[in-house]
């Protein structure tokens, strides 16, 4: 029997979610949504393993007809009544609902949430947590959430304790860290597929080279893949060690690692890949030229960490150090805000939407 599920997903990478749900035989994907990637999840998949979705939730009524009127609401609560029991979950502290809507409504996110919590309590006979005036629910409240689009909404429960983004091994962190599913995204679209050097030039809390370390793991487990990360900020070098050694505990099954942790960590076959971590100026990598298979970059873009040491006065010598290290047939995968740079070609690019910006995943190759 498959069940239906939703993996919820940052505007602009739903397709390689899509992507990574085939590849993996989670699932078959039945359709692809703002935000959304509907899938019909194979019995015996691991939900929790996907790394480019931000959630993943299984859907329990999906609704037709949900118009801009005010008559959806009653609509919606007629759905959320006859929801399976049996999707309901133990009780917990009560039910918490979150909403969202494509285009104008007359009404708002709280009257959706409203209008489904308080029939998915009352079969429970728990409280329902309303999010109004900036209110948090209690944990241990089960987690539902609504979305709709056109004239369809789904509602949906989720599967772990917290959201997939919120990664167990990211225990230290720091200004501008990579959002996790972005990262994976963006190792997704460096063809980790062989032997090689993988190189992080700004790696921050370490989210990139963690990620992309985890999903060369999940494939054919290359044994020749090493990964190096450097930083101009000591800090994050050891916010980069601290999280790398909470992957590799929950990849190994660290004692008090629960699915949902493991789900966050690296995949089991990564935790005997090498990563190396250092302090090093972007705009002179420590190594020689043309050693790097794949190079992977957020580079500081002034909004929350101001370029440094070389940096400072523009990224110019960072590119020309990425032309440098990369292998004549390598590739750079990196998250640019400000245009394509000189001296690559763009094989692909992905726009995302992060914090209210919206840069673009490119992949690049060398002139």
Same mark, same amino acid.
């Given at each position: 029997?498959?069940?239906?599920?939703?993996?919820?997903?940052?505007?602009?990478?739903?397709?390689l979610?899509?992507?990574?749900?085939?590849?993996?035989?989670t699932?078959v994907?039945?359709?692809?949504?703002?935000?959304?990637v509907?899938?019909?999840?194979?019995?015996?998949?691991?939900?929790?393993?996907?790394?480019?979705a931000?959630?993943?939730?299984?859907?329990?009524?999906v609704?037709?007809?949900?118009?801009?009127?005010?008559?959806?609401?009653?609509r919606?609560a007629?759905?959320?009544?006859?929801?399976?029991?049996?999707l309901?979950?133990?009780?917990?502290s009560?039910v918490?609902?979150?909403?969202?809507?494509?285009g104008?409504?007359?009404?708002t996110r709280f009257?959706?949430?409203?209008?489904?919590?308080?029939?998915?309590?009352?079969p429970?006979r728990?409280?329902y947590h309303?999010r109004?005036?900036?209110r948090?629910?209690?944990?241990?409240?089960?987690?539902?959430r609504?979305t709709?689009?056109d004239?369809q909404?789904?509602i949906?429960?989720?599967?772990?304790?917290r959201?997939?983004?919120?990664?167990a091994?990211?225990?230290?962190?720091?200004? /501008?860290?990579?959002?996790? &599913? *972005?990262a994976? !995204?963006? @190792?997704?679209?460096? #063809?980790?597929d062989? $032997?090689?050097?993988v190189?992080?030039?700004?790696?921050?809390?370490?989210?990139?080279?963690?990620?992309?370390?985890?999903?060369?793991?999940e494939?054919?487990g290359p044994?020749?893949?090493r990964?190096?990360?450097?930083?101009?900020?000591?800090?994050?070098?050891?916010?980069?060690?601290?999280?790398?050694?909470?992957?590799?505990?929950?990849?190994l099954?660290a004692?008090?690692?629960?699915?949902a942790?493991?789900?966050?960590g690296a995949?089991? /076959?990564?935790?005997?890949? &090498? *990563?190396?971590w !250092?302090? @090093?100026?972007?705009? #002179?990598i420590p190594? $020689?030229?043309?050693?790097?298979?794949r190079?992977l970059?957020?580079?500081p873009?002034?909004?929350?960490?101001?370029?440094?040491?070389l940096?400072?006065?523009?990224?110019?010598?960072?590119?020309?150090?990425?032309?440098?290290?990369?292998?004549?047939d390598?590739?750079a995968?990196?998250?640019?805000?400000?245009?394509i740079?000189?001296?690559?070609?763009?094989?692909?690019?992905?726009e995302?939407?992060l914090?209210?910006?919206?840069?673009?995943?490119?992949?690049?190759r060398?002139?």
């Amino acid at each position: 029997m498959h069940t239906f599920a939703v993996a919820r997903a940052v505007r602009g990478i739903e397709p390689l979610v899509a992507m990574e749900i085939r590849r993996s035989r989670t699932g078959v994907v039945r359709g692809v949504r703002h935000r959304e990637v509907w899938f019909e999840a194979r019995p015996e998949a691991d939900l929790l393993g996907l790394r480019t979705a931000d959630d993943v939730l299984l859907a329990a009524a999906v609704v037709d007809g949900i118009g801009s009127g005010r008559s959806a609401l009653l609509r919606l609560a007629r759905a959320a009544r006859e929801v399976d029991p049996r999707l309901m979950g133990a009780p917990g502290s009560g039910v918490e609902v979150s909403a969202s809507f494509v285009g104008r409504r007359n009404y708002t996110r709280f009257e959706i949430e409203d209008a489904v919590g308080a029939e998915l309590a009352r079969p429970l006979r728990v409280p329902y947590h309303s999010r109004r005036d900036g209110r948090r629910p209690p944990a241990g409240a089960r987690s539902w959430r609504v979305t709709i689009e056109d004239d369809q909404a789904v509602i949906a429960v989720r599967v772990a304790a917290r959201p997939l983004h919120r990664r167990a091994y990211k225990t230290a962190s720091i200004r /501008g860290t990579l959002h996790p &599913p *972005v990262a994976a !995204a963006m @190792a997704q679209l460096a #063809r980790l597929d062989g $032997g090689g050097t993988v190189l992080d030039p700004c790696c921050g809390a370490g989210t990139t080279l963690i990620e992309a370390r985890a999903l060369a793991g999940e494939g054919a487990g290359p044994a020749g893949v090493r990964f190096l990360g450097f930083d101009h900020d000591p800090a994050a070098v050891t916010a980069a060690t601290v999280n790398a050694r909470a992957a590799a505990l929950t990849a190994l099954g660290a004692p008090g690692a629960s699915g949902a942790e493991a789900a966050g960590g690296a995949g089991a /076959g990564a935790a005997g890949m &090498p *990563v190396a971590w !250092a302090v @090093a100026d972007g705009g #002179r990598i420590p190594v $020689g030229d043309g050693c790097a298979d794949r190079v992977l970059v957020n580079p500081p873009w002034g909004r929350q960490v101001p370029p440094a040491g070389l940096l400072s006065r523009g990224l110019a010598p960072l590119w020309r150090e990425v032309r440098r290290v990369l292998a004549p047939d390598g590739l750079a995968v990196a998250l640019v805000h400000d245009g394509i740079p000189p001296g690559f070609t763009v094989e692909e690019a992905v726009e995302v939407s992060l914090s209210g910006q919206h840069p673009l995943i490119a992949v690049l190759r060398p002139r």
